[in-house]
C-alpha cells in the first residue's frame, strides 16, 4: 500500500464513520482516530510521510472556517467572559501546570521546552469538541462555549507554542518580548483576517455564479492563514476573523441555490478533512512504538503524569470559574450562556479532547537548535503529546457518551421549540406586511389575494406546524394533513418531472448540456 492509497482509505473511513457513529452512539473523530491505530499496526500500511509544517495549513483552515459558519459573532461576543474565564484563561494554566510537572520528571528537559509541551497539550481540539456536542445533543450554552474554547483556545497555545520553541532553540527569553510578539500577532492577524473577509464578500457578489462563489470560500481561509503566518500573525486568529466577517455579510438572503450549496459542500469538506485528520493522528502510533522502544516504563510514566495533569487541572479550574461565572451573571443580570448545574460543569470537563492542533505543533518541534545540535529530548515530548492526545480523544471520547446519558444532560427542547415558533411567527408576519404593501401598488383579483393570504400563513406553517392554533385560522392537525398532502403531490408531480427530463439523457441526439439546464431548473423550483 503508498501512501495515494492510504489516503483514500482514510477519505473512505471518513464517509463511512458518519453513519457507523450515529448508529454506534461515538463521535466520528474517535473512530477515525481507532481506524488510524488499527492501519499502524498493520505491517503493509506505510509511515505517513508528510511534512508537519504541512498539516496546520492544510488542516485548520477549512476546519475552522466550517466551524465558525456554524454559529455568529454575536454568540461569541455575548459569551467572552465565559469563553474566556472557562477557556482561555485555562491554556495558561495548563501550559504552566505541564510545564512545571515535566520539568520535574523529565530528566534533561530545558524549561522552555516544557513550556512547548504544555502549550501543545493545552488546547481541546475544536473539531472533537464540536462533532462530540453536535451528536450528544447537549445543550445549546455548552456547545457555544466548547466551540468558543476549541476556537479561541488554538490561537493562544500556538502563540505560547511558538514563544516557547523560539526560546528553546536560541537558549534566550525575554518576558517584554514576548509579550510584544503576542500582541503584534494578534493585531496582524485580525487586520488580515477582517481585510480578506472584506474583499471577499465583494468579490463574492462581483461573481454572481454559485460555483464560482463557493470555490471562492474554499480559497479564502487559505489564503488568509498563509498570509497572516508569513507577517508573522496568527494564522488561526485570521482564519476566525474572516470566516465571522463572512459568516455575518455573505451572500444575499434571496440567493437560495448559493447558500444551499454552499452549505452542503462545506459539511462534506468538514467530514473528508475531519476524518483525514484524526485518522493522521491514529497512523502516528507508528512512530510512537519506535520511540519508546525498550523505554516503555519509564516514558509510559511520564505520559501518565502529564496526562493526569491536564485531566486534574481542566476540572480543578473549571469548578471555581463556573461558579464565579455564575455569580457575575446573577449579579448583572446581562445574557450569555454558562453551565447552569454541577453535571453540565462535569460534562464540560470530560469534553476536553485534544486533537489536529495538538498532533501538528508535537510533529513540528524542530530537530536541531540553533548551535545545530539536538532539540532537547525532542522524542520524549512527541511521546508524551501522544499520550495525552490519545487518553483524552479515545478514553475520553469513548466513555462521554455514557458520562452524558448517566448524568442526564440534554438538550432544553422546550427553549428551542419556542424560539422556533416564534421565528416561524415572525417569517409569516413578515411576508403579509410585503403582500400588504403589494396590494397598495397593485390591483390584485380578490381570489389572489386569498391565495397569496393563505401562502403567507403557510410560510410559517410549514416551518413550525404548532403556531396555527395561535392563528386560529383552522385546526391544526387537518390544515397540517392538508399541507402534507399538497406537498407530497406536488413532489410526486416534479419527481415524474425530473424522471422524464432525465430520460431525455439516453434519447438519439440529446443534448445532456440542455438536458442539465433544465433539471436544474427543476432542482431549484423543488427546493423552493
Do not use: C
Request: no cysteine; charged share 20%.
Amino acid at each position: 500500500m503508498d501512501q495515494l492509497a492510504l489516503l483514500f482509505v482514510l477519505l473512505l473511513g471518513a464517509v463511512l464513520s458518519v453513519p457507523l457513529g450515529d448508529r454506534l452512539g461515538l463521535p466520528a473523530p474517535v473512530l477515525m482516530t481507532l481506524l488510524g491505530i488499527v492501519l499502524a499496526l498493520i505491517q503493509v500500511v506505510p509511515n505517513v510521510d508528510i511534512n508537519p509544517d504541512l498539516i496546520l495549513p492544510l488542516v485548520l483552515p477549512p476546519l475552522l472556517y466550517a466551524a465558525v459558519h456554524r454559529t455568529s459573532w454575536r454568540q461569541f461576543a455575548s459569551n467572552r467572559r465565559p469563553i474566556f474565564l472557562l477557556a482561555v484563561a485555562l491554556v495558561f494554566v495548563t501550559t504552566a501546570a505541564v510545564a512545571v510537572t515535566a520539568d520535574a520528571i523529565v530528566p534533561g528537559l530545558p524549561l522552555a521546552a516544557a513550556v512547548a509541551l504544555g502549550a501543545l497539550v493545552a488546547p481541546p481540539d475544536p473539531v472533537a469538541a464540536t462533532a462530540v456536542a453536535g451528536q450528544l445533543g447537549l445543550p445549546r450554552r455548552l456547545v457555544s462555549i466548547l466551540e468558543g474554547e476549541g476556537l479561541f483556545n488554538d490561537v493562544t497555545a500556538i502563540v505560547l507554542y511558538h514563544v516557547a520553541i523560539a526560546a528553546a532553540v536560541s537558549g534566550s527569553f525575554s518576558l517584554p518580548q514576548a509579550v510584544l510578539e503576542l500582541v503584534l500577532s494578534a493585531v496582524v492577524a485580525v487586520a488580515v483576517g477582517w481585510a480578506f473577509g472584506w474583499a471577499a464578500n465583494k468579490l463574492i457578489g462581483y461573481l454572481g455564479d454559485a460555483t464560482l462563489q463557493i470555490g471562492l470560500t474554499l480559497l479564502v481561509p487559505y489564503a488568509s492563514y498563509v498570509l497572516a503566518e508569513g507577517l508573522h500573525g496568527s494564522g488561526v486568529l485570521a482564519v476566525l476573523t474572516t470566516a465571522m466577517f463572512l459568516a455575518e455579510r455573505a451572500f444575499d438572503a434571496d440567493d437560495v441555490l448559493t447558500r444551499l450549496t454552499g452549505r452542503a459542500f462545506w459539511d462534506v469538506v468538514d467530514t473528508l478533512v475531519t476524518g483525514v485528520a484524526f485518522g493522521l493522528i491514529g497512523l502516528e502510533v507508528h512512530n510512537v512504538i519506535r520511540t519508546a522502544q525498550g523505554r516503555w516504563g519509564e516514558m509510559l510514566g511520564w505520559a501518565g503524569a502529564i496526562v493526569a495533569v491536564v485531566i486534574v487541572v481542566r476540572l480543578l479550574w473549571l469548578l471555581p470559574m463556573t461558579w464565579v461565572t455564575r455569580r457575575l451573571h446573577a449579579r448583572r443580570d446581562i445574557d450569555e450562556e454558562i453551565p447552569v448545574s454541577w453535571r453540565e460543569t462535569v460534562v464540560m470537563w470530560w469534553s476536553g479532547m485534544r486533537g489536529v492542533a495538538s498532533v501538528a505543533l508535537a510533529l513540528a518541534i524542530p530537530l536541531t537548535m540553533d548551535d545545530g545540535s539536538p532539540f532537547p529530548e525532542r522524542d520524549e515530548i512527541v511521546f508524551i503529546a501522544f499520550g495525552v492526545i490519545m487518553a483524552t480523544l479515545v478514553l475520553q471520547g469513548l466513555s462521554l457518551p455514557w458520562l452524558v446519558k448517566k448524568l442526564k444532560v440534554r438538550a432544553d427542547t422546550e427553549i428551542e421549540q419556542k424560539y422556533e415558533k416564534e421565528l416561524a411567527l415572525r417569517a409569516a408576519k413578515a411576508a403579509k406586511r410585503r403582500l400588504k404593501e403589494i396590494e397598495e401598488v397593485e390591483d390584485l383579483p380578490e381570489e389572489v389575494q386569498e391565495q397569496m393570504l393563505r401562502r403567507a400563513y403557510d410560510i410559517g406553517l410549514r416551518i413550525n406546524p404548532e403556531m396555527g392554533a395561535e392563528e386560529r385560522r383552522e385546526s391544526q392537525a387537518k390544515r397540517y394533513a392538508r399541507i402534507k398532502r399538497i406537498r407530497r403531490i406536488q413532489g410526486e408531480m416534479m419527481s415524474a418531472a425530473r424522471h422524464e427530463v432525465l430520460s431525455a439523457r439516453s434519447e438519439p441526439g440529446a443534448d445532456p448540456e440542455v438536458v442539465d439546464r433544465v433539471l436544474r431548473q427543476l432542482d431549484v423550483r423543488s427546493l423552493r
